[in-house]
């Protein structure tokens, strides 16, 4: 993985310099001063919530642990990093950074974060930074922020290595807990399984996991963690990640029990489905078209199994469809798991809205090359969205025995993470997951 990861990263970091390049020529800056962060601090404490590294700062390298630190880029100089290794005896102090990409970087250490300010260069810069520490005058400024989430929408080798390796965690702490679902664990007893396998910490998995047992399934970020299994285990959504120097896999499955009769058939369905979405993540294929017919496609499952007797096109018209399937069908991914520029027109900003009826899409754009997205297509029995459903008109056209005979087991999510290509796309989690065995 390190051989890997040491080729690939002279080539992404050259591209990094690029961008930074540009999108201070955009801004008419003459520094591009990346903030690594510092931890929010608890209120009213002398506790600090876990550190998250900005995402610009893993951009630039792989260092998630380095609070208060920052990446001075100035056109044509060598990449500087200012690295905070404080005088500390109560928490573990940052590690004198070492590995394949530090012979890029000038670094210098120094003691605090107050230190690392003063070797900023002072100047026309753009600061890149989640508070003002470094000064308000060139604040994330737009065009250059724009510029750069544009960019970072377009994953180099590099990183697609590194969410090669985020996918083989997470698809292999997968495994581990439907092991734990089908031993018939509980859910926090299926998390603690999940973590063991990923070897990663809460605080360092890419969000909060969702291990939803039952109709649990139905609320979309469930993530409560019984500790007691329940009497029964009829159903188990898992959407959970892991992380790999920073960059994120998103992955969700859907599981039954033996006994769900007709519920294993509409996982199965809904899989054929997902990967027929997978199949059009391809150069071109807007992704709100892409939402959109998932749509259609979801409203004949529904047709298939008896929940609607409506056309595929009045159930998405009315509403129907999206009572079943009310958040995106997918997102960007990379840095963040909910990565930048979704909507973005193009490098100048702008922002493309979701359709009506569809306000939870994250992600308006047409695919292109090194784009990776989520695709996550889900089928929910949702009480609060079920009783509005109620009383609309198009009602007479659901059976409502149906629908509330399926509410027992929550709902269904299939999520992979995928790469759109010149070609045919890559499923980093369903490789995985091969891999995995
Ligand atoms: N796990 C959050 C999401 O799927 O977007
Ligand atoms: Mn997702
Ligand atoms: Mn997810």
């Not at 998250?52 to 001075?72: I, N």
């Not at 859910?187 to 047992?213: C, K, M, S, W």
């Not at 769900?260 to 997902?274: H, S, V």
Request: charged share 20%; proline share 6%.
């Amino acid at each position: 993985m390190n051989a890997t990861l040491a080729a690939f990263y002279p080539a992404h970091l050259a591209a990094v310099r690029r961008h930074a390049d540009e999108a201070l020529a955009t801004g008419g800056c003459d520094h591009l001063l990346v903030a690594a962060g510092t931890p929010l601090g608890k209120f009213l404490d002398d506790q600090d919530y876990p550190y998250v590294a900005s995402p610009h700062f893993k951009y630039w390298l792989p260092l998630t642990t380095a609070p208060g630190s920052w990446v001075v880029h100035t056109p044509g100089a060598k990449p500087k990093l200012v690295f905070v290794q404080p005088n500390d005896y109560w928490n573990v102090v940052p590690q004198t950074p070492s590995g394949y990409w530090v012979e890029h970087f000038d670094i210098v250490v120094v003691r605090s974060a107050a230190e690392a300010l003063a070797q900023l260069p002072k100047g026309h810069n753009a600061i890149i930074a989640p508070d003002a520490a470094a000064g308000s005058v060139g604040l994330n400024p737009s065009p250059v922020l724009d510029y750069l989430h544009w960019q970072r929408s377009f994953k180099t080798p590099y990183e697609l290595a590194l969410m090669r390796e985020a996918n083989r965690i997470g698809t292999r702490a997968h495994r581990a807990a439907a092991a734990a679902f089908r031993a018939g664990k509980s859910e926090f007893d299926i998390h603690l399984a999940y973590l063991a396998t990923a070897r990663q910490t809460d605080a360092e998995l890419p969000y909060g996991n969702i291990v939803a047992l039952n109709e649990h399934g139905a609320t979309l970020h469930y993530m409560t963690f019984d500790r007691t299994p329940p009497a029964t285990h009829r159903s188990f959504l898992i959407d959970a990640g892991a992380s790999c120097a920073g960059y994120a896999a998103d992955i969700t499955r859907t599981y039954a029990a033996p006994d769900a009769g007709e519920f294993q058939a509409l996982i199965d369905r809904m899989d054929a489905a997902q990967q027929g979405f997978v199949a059009k993540v391809r150069t071109g294929q807007n992704y709100t078209a892409l939402h959109l017919h998932a749509h259609h496609v979801i409203a004949e499952v529904l047709r298939e199994h008896g929940f609607i007797r409506m056309n595929a096109e009045s159930a998405v018209e009315s509403g129907v469809t999206a009572a079943f399937l009310p958040h995106g069908l997918g997102h960007q991914i990379g840095a963040q798991v909910h990565d930048v520029a979704g909507f973005q027109v193009d490098e100048h900003g702008g922002r493309i809205e979701p359709p009506t009826g569809h306000p939870a899409l994250r992600q308006t754009r047409t695919l292109a090359p090194g784009m990776v997205t989520t695709v996550e297509p889900g089928l929910y029995f949702i009480d609060m969205l079920l009783a509005k459903l109620r009383e609309q008109p198009v009602a007479a056209d659901i059976d409502w025995a149906k629908v509330d005979h399926f509410r027992q087991f929550g709902g269904i999510r299939i999520e992979d993470d995928v790469v759109c290509t010149e070609d045919a796309p890559e499923n980093l989690t369903r490789d995985a997951f091969a891999l995995a065995g």
